[in-house]
């Protein structure tokens, strides 16, 4: 990435290099505006790399009804497919329907019909209603026994990392300038430009764009931004097993409604199982994985693994965390809406926008929005 000196002055000055930062920083530099994104870590280091890795439309929020969202994020999916193949593949997923699961078999059924229409002629494949005798050989380790119903559908898998990676390249490649760990001291507005002082000098635009993911709350106050909004920020955790515990994803229910996911990695000789939801509540840098997250993954994956193949804690291999910062609500987390908002103010001649949300899956749609947003 590019690290000299800042030609000044810039046309737009982003705080934040995740997906969406970079997303915004190539759909501008593309529309000839001379764009600077300052990060105080490296490319992705936030939440952007500790994802599911999934590029999927989001089944779930089908029952929370957030339809416009789920729409969105299957048309973002095709273009991600299309435009990053190396990076972004189709899957399929396995949904097992137990005795004890809460979801009836034929809800589940009527979500992946709406799911399927709501893709409409973009749809990778459709879903289906599958053979148990076809399910033992993708699972063989899960628990055959009191299985009602498996139905499989396609959605799309990434690598959250070098996805961002790649976008912050080519927003490098269309002219933006990318400069990492800086840390910023203050932030001023004199009605005709903002001027950003850090580590790495001076940085002045009429326009400033807060993509800071969960730090946003803690960036506008520091830096006294207003803003009409708040998140809230939940965690969730993932943990790594070695070896591939089945053949394909798998889409789990937990006894409390709660869905996680088996998501094996071939390529990597290992198993991601995630994910969870706690509420944070201290500064988002002294975010850490808790034992009794691990501890509540590991129970539900073995409550569907076969007694002859559970795992234990000491096959755990590593474990990550990242913080959703999903729009302040009093819902509880799991029913937190993962909509994003584009808040933005101006002041004098001057634009201040700031990104509320934004899912992985969403960046593009999410760039091409706050692009609308730009004065001419
Ligand atoms: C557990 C979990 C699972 C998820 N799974 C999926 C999934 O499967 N699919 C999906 O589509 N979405 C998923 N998401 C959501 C998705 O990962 C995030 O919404 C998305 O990555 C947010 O990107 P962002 O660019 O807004 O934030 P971030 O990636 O967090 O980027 C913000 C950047 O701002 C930087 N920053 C902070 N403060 C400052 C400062 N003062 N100065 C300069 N830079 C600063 C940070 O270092 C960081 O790099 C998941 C989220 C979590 C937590």
Not at 308 to 315: A, G, I, M, R, Y
Not at 316 to 338: C, E, M
Request: charged fraction near 25%.
């Amino acid at each position: 990435m590019n690290t000299t000196t800042p030609p000044l002055p810039f046309d737009v000055i982003i705080l934040g290099a995740g997906i969406n930062g970079c997303g915004i920083a190539s759909e501008l530099s593309g529309a000839g505006l001379r764009v600077v994104v300052l990060e105080k870590n490296t490319i992705g280091s936030g939440t952007s790399s500790k994802s599911s890795r999934l590029i999927h439309g989001g089944l779930r929020y089908l029952e929370t009804f957030e339809i416009g969202l789920v729409h969105e994020a299957l048309r973002d999916r095709q273009e991600l497919l299309e435009t990053y193949p190396e990076i972004v593949s189709v899957k399929p997923f396995y949904l097992p329907v137990y005795r004890s699961s809460p979801r009836w078999g034929i809800t589940i059924w009527a979500g992946l019909k709406l799911y399927d229409v709501l893709a409409g002629r973009r749809n990778v494949l459709k879903s289906k209603r599958i053979k148990r005798s076809d399910f033992q050989t993708i699972a063989p380790r899960l628990k055959q026994e009191n299985l009602t119903a498996v139905f499989r559908y396609y959605d799309a898998k990434t690598n959250d990392l070098l996805l961002t990676q790649k976008v912050g390249g080519d927003a490098v490649n269309r002219g933006a300038v990318i400069h990492q760990f800086v840390t910023i001291t203050r932030i001023n507005n004199n009605e005709r430009e903002f001027r950003v002082f850090s580590n790495r000098g001076i940085f002045t635009a009429p326009i400033l764009i807060n993509a800071t993911g969960p730090w946003i709350d803690e960036v506008n106050t520091q830096y006294s931004l207003p803003a009409r909004y708040h998140i809230r920020k939940i965690s969730g955790i993932h943990i790594i097993v070695e070896g591939c515990l089945t053949a394909d994803l798998m889409f789990m229910q937990t006894a409390e409604k709660r869905i996680f996911f088996i998501i094996p990695e071939p390529e990597n000789h290992h198993t991601i199982i995630g994910t969870t939801e706690r509420e944070e509540t201290g500064a988002t840098d002294a975010v850490r994985v808790q034992p009794e997250d691990v501890d509540y993954l590991l129970t539900q994956l073995n409550m569907y693994l076969d007694d002859n193949n559970q795992v234990s804690p000491d096959e755990i291999k590593s474990s990550y965390i990242g913080v959703r910062p999903l729009i302040a609500r009093k819902d509880n987390p799991t029913d937190l809406s993962r909509e994003y908002r584009l808040d933005r103010h101006q002041i004098g001649a001057t634009t201040l926008i700031h990104v509320f949300g934004g899912k992985l899956t969403t960046f593009l749609s999410l760039a091409r929005k706050v692009r609308k947003l730009i004065p001419k």
